[in-house]
């Protein structure tokens, strides 16, 4: 079966798939059964073939489809020897916290021969999510689309679209990204780099004999097509553009925004955008790149290269434009690779939608409890057993509010739900600071962090505000942070230290953006709120991977509320053990 043959008939069954749904009420609710196998699979890039590991030897994976409202039923068989989980990432997981993924936060790892079922319910979320390994660093080649359409019969709150094509952005090691983190880990020196990125596993032709492994999207004149943008890097914010075309966004995280048009779309790890390309009136002679490259805003080594992909347009058999023609190609001109001017003014414009349809009426507009978390980097003292390359015998580490955090060897949810946290963790995560300084500027003598597995308890239904402020601690840098289980509101964000007395008094409380990854501005802050209303343990993570390994990582805890309704089933009877 020939390429073009292929993407008709994954077209056909992905729309039966769809489509099929039995004509029931309006908004009758499917459940939708998955089958994930994960395995290893050959796979070539570079001039070079490597083992990886997949879901059901696709790389990328599997695309998931559902409607909002809809119960998916994932059933996942580990056929490898690394131990797996799967997370479903900006899912809410309403009292489906058992079925969110993180590794020794809500399960124990799903081991070599096992297999889990996760289940859970899309509850009022429709737009791009997207799913992918979330242990160690497997998310490097395991990861995939999540599409959840609206509601039968109802419209997208903007042009309805031509086509819809989710576009997934990676990196690709030569090297075995397990050997590279746990070699970076051994030496407390930071990781190897990537090789390349990839546009849906592709690089494209400015890499060694990656020509033939270059994404092409075909497009007619005159049509507007949905691009569902996903950044699945592991370590990388990137900025993408394609050459002589206006990108409209339309949604972040799932969450529908103020349209806006733009040349150049930036997007952190663990940050999904969905944008209307309008393609010409008519076809011209030409090719038109589309690329993505890293914005890097940190003192570390990072992969200095360019995916590229091509958007072509479908030419007519009675065109003048015969395809003996030599078409002209254009590039497009991004951002400099440090340009946080950019990436400032790019946040600010996201906003949501706020219409009567879809209000932004969740804004807890007052604060039961406020937080000051300082994220960046710091050094941790080595064991005499280990001989680290830092000074006096130290490795990099990374924290939040000045300590790294320890990885349990049970899983925290479990812990909690059965009342067992002792020699587990502690629930004394500060909540500000234990030393302030001048976050921004010299950073001070003592850069030492502490450890431990610390949490922060809340009671259901909790008002949040937290403040994340970036520390120039080894260098200023973009943190994009994950929350877990909830979606947050973006009150405001700037540069340099966040000012208790002045800043409150420009947040927007009309219509935020409301996303579950935020880039804490390099040099920076940025002020959120969200409430806590779904019981559970629930990760908040820094989504650069060797940040997470170094520990720039902490878990809130949301205690059950009175209702039945408020309250965390227990645990399903395959929960993966230890």
């Not at 008002?463 to 520390?471: A, C, G, K, P, Y």
């Not at 040099?523 to 997470?548: K, S, Y």
């Amino acid at each position: 079966m020939g390429s073009s043959s292929m993407a008709i008939f994954f077209a056909v069954c992905a729309f039966i798939c769809v489509f099929s749904e039995p004509a029931l009420a309006k908004h009758a609710r499917v459940t939708r059964h998955y089958n994930f196998n994960i395995k290893s699979q050959s796979v070539t890039r570079l001039c070079q073939t490597k083992s990886i590991v997949t879901v059901n030897g696709q790389f990328p994976g599997p695309r998931i489809i559902a409607r909002e409202g809809d119960r998916l039923v994932i059933k996942v068989v580990n056929k490898v020897q690394h131990n797996v989980t799967l997370h479903w990432h900006g899912i809410r997981q309403l009292r489906s916290g058992w079925a969110d993924g993180p590794a020794y936060i809500t399960q124990c790892p799903i081991q070599t021969g096992q297999s889990y079922v996760y289940n859970f319910t899309i509850t009022g979320q429709r737009g791009t999510l997207f799913w992918h390994a979330h242990i160690s660093w497997l998310r490097a080649t395991v990861y995939g689309p999540i599409v959840i359409l609206p509601k039968r019969h109802v419209p997208y709150p903007f042009p309805q679209p031509f086509q819809e094509v989710p576009i997934i952005f990676g990196e690709w090691w030569k090297a075995d990204t397990e050997k590279v983190i746990n070699q970076a880990l051994q030496t407390g020196l930071g990781p190897n780099v990537s090789d390349a990125y990839t546009i849906n596993g592709l690089p494209g032709p400015l890499y060694n004999c990656s020509t033939k492994d270059t994404y092409k999207l075909k497009v007619k004149p005159g049509r507007t097509y949905l691009l569902r943008l996903i950044n699945a890097a592991l370590n990388n914010e990137l900025f993408f553009s394609i050459a002589n075309h206006t990108l409209t966004v339309v949604e972040a995280d799932a969450v529908y925004v103020k349209p806006f048009k733009t040349q150049t779309v930036l997007i952190t790890p663990g940050q999904t955008t969905n944008v209307l390309l309008l393609t010409k009136p008519k076809s011209p002679n030409a090719k038109f790149v589309m690329a993505a490259r890293p914005y890097v805003s940190g003192p570390a080594a990072f992969d200095n290269s360019t995916t590229t992909g091509l958007l072509e347009y479908e030419i007519s058999s009675s065109s003048s434009n015969s395809k003996n023609n030599k078409k002209q190609l254009f590039t497009p001109v991004l951002p400099k690779l440090n340009d946080t001017l950019f990436s400032m003014k790019f946040n600010k414009k996201i906003l949501s939608l706020a219409s009567p349809k879809f209000p932004a009426a969740n804004v807890p507009k007052t604060v039961e409890k406020r937080f000051f978390f300082t994220v960046g980097l710091g050094i941790l003292p080595c064991s005499k057993k280990q001989t680290c390359q830092g000074p006096n015998n130290t490795r990099l580490a990374a924290a939040i509010n000045n300590v790294t955090f320890v990885q349990p060897n049970t899983a925290l949810l479990q812990a909690h739900f059965f009342n067992q946290p002792k020699g587990v963790y502690t629930t004394d995560f500060p909540a500000n600071p234990a030393v302030k300084f001048n976050y921004t500027g010299s950073p001070p003598n003592n850069i030492a962090v502490s450890s431990g597995t610390k949490v922060v308890v809340l009671p259901f239904n909790t008002s949040v505000e937290l403040v994340l402020q970036d520390t120039s601690i080894i260098g200023a840098e973009s943190h994009p942070l994950h929350l877990h289980g909830f979606n947050f509101f973006v009150l405001g964000l700037g540069s340099g230290n966040f000012d208790p007395k002045n800043d409150p008094k420009k947040y927007n409380l009309v219509d935020p953006a409301e996303r579950n990854t935020i880039g804490v501005p390099s040099g920076g802050w940025v002020a959120i709120r969200f409430l806590a209303d779904n019981p559970g343990v629930w990760f908040m993570h820094c989504h650069l991977e060797v940040h997470t390994s170094w520990g720039l990582k902490m878990a809130w805890v949301v205690l059950d509320g009175k209702r039945r309704n408020q309250k965390l089933p227990p645990p399903p009877s395959d929960l993966p053990k230890c």
